[in-house]
């Protein structure tokens, strides 16, 4: 069976690797592995959506769909007073996660985790997603209902998504559950929209 980066039981050999990573003025070394997102450098639209976020300086912040943890591993050093939270289906994800987010031990959790199903109660200050675009449009707007839950009042929602890959349609749809949304940034055909004020509390 072809393992999917949003595979819970991983199938494929497991061979650590490192690679280098350079995003906002930050470089560093991060391990990944065969069977999760991205195993060779950092994802494109990844990229666009870490320079894209204007983050609060402190808070809790929350990497849904994490991957191997690129994100919070740049922004947490970006913004040091965060507190992170790192969400993935994916158990090798996961304990990658947790390897490069070693040196920020103290601020940040690793759960493995479909959507927000590990912490059910807990409310961010700010979501960061690049949603898993194979596992099908169900999938991708169930993680944007739950954003929506999961926000404090005045949160925001970081989503980046291709155009051609849905990005109109997903705005719209974004529209529907969120007061505001607008374009944070975009680059090479990604979008950036920035989610402010769920409209409604949305069925989970």
Not at 83 to 91: C, S
Not at 122 to 140: F, H, S
Request: net charge positive; hydrophobic share 40%.
């Amino acid at each position: 069976m072809t393992d999917h980066y949003y595979s819970e039981q991983p199938g494929s050999l497991s061979r650590p690797t490192q690679i280098s990573v350079v995003a906002r003025g930050i470089s560093l070394q991060l391990w990944t592995n065969a069977g999760v997102f991205s195993k060779r450098g950092l994802d494109f639209g990844t990229r666009v959506l870490i320079e894209a976020v204007n983050l609060p300086e402190s808070g809790l912040l929350v990497d849904l769909g994490c991957g191997y943890g690129a994100a919070a591993a740049i922004l947490g050093r970006v913004y040091p007073q965060t507190q992170w939270v790192l969400l993935d289906v994916n158990p090798r994800a996961i304990e990658l996660a947790a390897r490069n987010l070693s040196t920020q031990v103290d601020r940040t959790q690793v759960w493995v985790s479909d959507g927000f199903s590990a912490v059910p109660a807990l409310q961010a200050d700010a979501i960061l997603l690049n949603p898993p675009i194979r596992a099908g449009k169900g999938v991708v707007y169930h993680l944007f209902d739950e954003a929506a839950w999961h926000l404090v009042p005045d949160g925001v929602l970081w989503v980046v998504i291709q155009k051609k890959q849905g990005a109109d349609s997903a705005k719209k749809y974004l529209e529907s559950i969120f007061t505001r949304v607008d374009m944070a940034g975009h680059q090479s055909g990604y979008r950036v929209y920035a989610c402010r004020g769920p409209a409604s509390k949305c069925s989970k």
